[in-house]
C-alpha cells in the first residue's frame, strides 16, 4: 500500500505522467539507454542491512547500464557509517545529499559508489552541529584558521623555536631538502638538520637557511643532543638500517620535547615493534595506509581501518595521521579528524616528507600537537590545490606543495 506520503506524492506523479511502472519483479525493470537520468531514491540513510532479492536485482541492472545516475541522499545500498563492501550498491555519477557529508563518503573503498558529491545546504541549524560531540568531524577552513596565530610585530626568530630535522642517507638526500623546505616555509625560527657526510654540501647548497650537523658517513648513525630542540622530525630518506633501532630508542628516551615520526622511521618500528612502547607522549606518527599496516596489522576495510587507529593513538597516547585523500587524523582522546584540503596530486614521491616538515615547524613554534596536526593537513592540502590548479594534478611535484605554502597561509590574512 505504501505510507500516506508515498500515496500523496503517487498522486502528484499521476498528474505529470502516465508512463509510470510497478516493479513487482526482473520482468517489469524498464529498459535503460545511454541518454536516460536515472534518479535512485530507493534506500537513504536509514538502510541497516544488505540489499537483496529484487533490491538487489534491480541495482545491479541499473549498474549494468550506461545511463546517468544521480543518487539522492546516498546510493541505494550504501551504509553511512559501515562497510558495505561485496554488497550490492548503487553506482552512481552524482550523489546528493544534504548539510554535512556522510562518514561513506570520505573512504576510499566507496569513490565507485558515489561519483561527483554535492552537499545541500537545506537549512538545518548550523549552531546545533556545531555543539554535538562528534566522533568524527570533517576539517574545514573556519576550523584551521581559529587554530593559526598571526605573528607579534615585534617578534624575532627566537619566539617561533629551533627545529631539528633528522634525515636522509645515501641516494635519498632529496627527502631531506623537500622536509628542510617545508619547516621553513611554514614558520619555523630556527632549523638544524642531522644528516649523513655524503649529503652535506647538497644540504648546504639546497637549503642555505637550515644548518646542519654531520651524524654518519653514508646514512644517521647518532643524534646528540636532540634534547635541546623544540621539536623533531625524524624518519624523512633514512633509510633501513639496522642501526637504526638504537638510534630511535637514544631519541625517544632522550626527548621531551615534541616530535614527529615518518617514512622509514616508522618502518624501523613496524620491523622492532618493541619500539613502539617507547614512543614518547604526544609523539605525532604519520603514515601512509600500508605503512600502518606494516605497524599496527591489516583491517577488512576502511571502516575498520579507522577504529583502530582510533584504539592505537589512544593506547599509546600518541596522534595518528593517516595519509590519502582526507587524511584521517586519530587522537588519543578518541576523536577523529578528516582534513578537507588536498587531491590527487598530492600522491607523488616526497609529499609526505613535506608535511613531516610542516608539522615539525607548526610543533617548534608551540602548536599543541593536534592542532599541529590538523593545521598542518589543512596547509599541506592547500598549497597542493593551489599547486594543482597550476600545474594539473599529473604534472605537479612535491616541491611545488612547499612553492605554494605561502599562498596557503594567505587564506587566513
Known amino acids: 500500500m505504501g505510507s500516506p506520503d508515498f500515496q500523496t506524492n503517487l498522486a502528484r506523479l499521476h498528474e505529470c505522467t502516465t508512463d509510470i511502472h510497478f516493479i513487482q519483479s526482473a520482468e517489469f525493470f524498464p529498459a535503460l ?3 536516460d537520468i536515472i534518479i535512485d531514491a530507493l534506500f537513504g540513510i536509514g538502510l541497516n542491512k544488505p540489499l537483496e532479492g529484487i533490491s538487489a536485482a534491480l541495482v545491479h541492472h541499473i549498474n549494468n547500464c550506461s545511463s546517468t545516475v544521480v543518487s539522492i541522499d546516498l546510493p541505494s545500498g550504501l551504509f553511512a557509517d559501515s562497510s558495505s563492501k561485496n554488497n550490492a550498491v548503487i553506482k552512481a555519477t552524482h550523489t546528493l545529499s544534504f548539510q554535512n557529508y556522510k562518514l561513506a563518503f570520505l573512504l576510499p573503498e566507496n569513490e565507485i559508489c558515489c561519483g561527483d558529491i554535492h552537499i545541500l545546504d ?9 555543539n554535538e560531540d562528534a566522533d568524527f568531524v570533517l576539517s574545514s577552513f573556519h576550523l584551521a584558521k581559529s587554530i593559526y596565530k598571526p605573528r607579534s610585530k615585534f617578534c624575532h626568530k627566537g619566539n617561533f623555536g629551533h627545529a631539528a630535522l633528522l634525515c636522509g642517507s645515501y641516494g635519498m638526500m632529496g627527502a ?5 623546505k617545508a619547516c621553513l616555509r611554514s614558520g619555523a625560527g630556527k632549523l638544524t638538520c642531522y644528516i649523513p657526510k655524503c649529503g652535506y654540501t647538497v644540504l648546504q647548497t639546497a637549503v642555505p637557511e ?4 654531520v651524524a654518519g658517513e653514508e646514512y ?4 646528540n643532543k636532540t634534547e635541546n630542540f623544540d621539536a623533531i622530525g625524524i624518519g624523512c ?5 639496522s642501526t637504526h633501532t638504537g638510534l630511535l630508542k ?13 617514512a622509514d622511521a616508522l618502518n624501523t618500528i613496524a620491523l622492532n615493534k618493541e619500539l613502539l612502547n617507547l614512543i614518547p607522549a604526544n609523539a605525532i606518527l604519520t603514515p601512509h595506509p600500508k605503512e600502518f599496516e606494516h605497524l599496527f596489522g591489516t583491517t577488512a576495510n576502511n571502516f575498520e581501518r579507522l577504529q583502530l587507529a582510533l584504539q592505537k593513538a589512544k593506547a599509546h597516547n600518541i596522534f595518528i595521521i593517516l595519509k590519502g585523500h582526507y587524511s584521517f587524523i586519530a587522537t588519543p582522546e578518541g576523536k577523529g579528524y578528516f582534513n578537507n584540503t588536498g587531491n590527487a596530486g598530492m600522491a607523488t614521491a616526497g609529499s609526505g616528507d613535506v608535511l613531516t616538515g610542516i608539522i615539525t615547524a607548526l610543533l617548534t613554534q608551540g602548536y599543541h600537537p593536534m592542532q599541529a596536526c590538523i593545521l598542518g593537513s589543512y596547509l599541506h592540502g592547500k598549497a597542493g590545490d593551489f599547486a594543482a590548479a597550476y600545474f594539473s594534478e599529473e604534472a ?3 616541491g611545488d606543495i612547499v612553492n605554494y605554502l605561502g599562498k596557503a597561509y594567505k587564506t587566513f590574512a
Not at 122 to 130: N, P, R, V
Not at 220 to 223: K, R, S, V
Not at 250 to 262: N, P, Q, R
Request: with cysteine; charged share 15%; glycine share 6%.
Open 33 to 35: 539507454n545511454k541518454n
Open 210 to 213: 637550515a644548518m646542519c650537523v
Open 250 to 262: 637514544e631519541i625517544f628516551t632522550a626527548t621531551k620535547k615534541a616530535i614527529v615520526i615518518d
Open 176 to 180: 631531506s631538502v623537500l622536509s628542510a
Open 122 to 130: 537545506i537549512g538545518l541549524s548550523k549552531t546545533f552541529a556545531e
Open 237 to 241: 630518506g633514512i633509510g633501513l638500517h
Open 396 to 398: 605537479m611535484i612535491a
Open 220 to 223: 644517521l648513525l647518532c643524534a
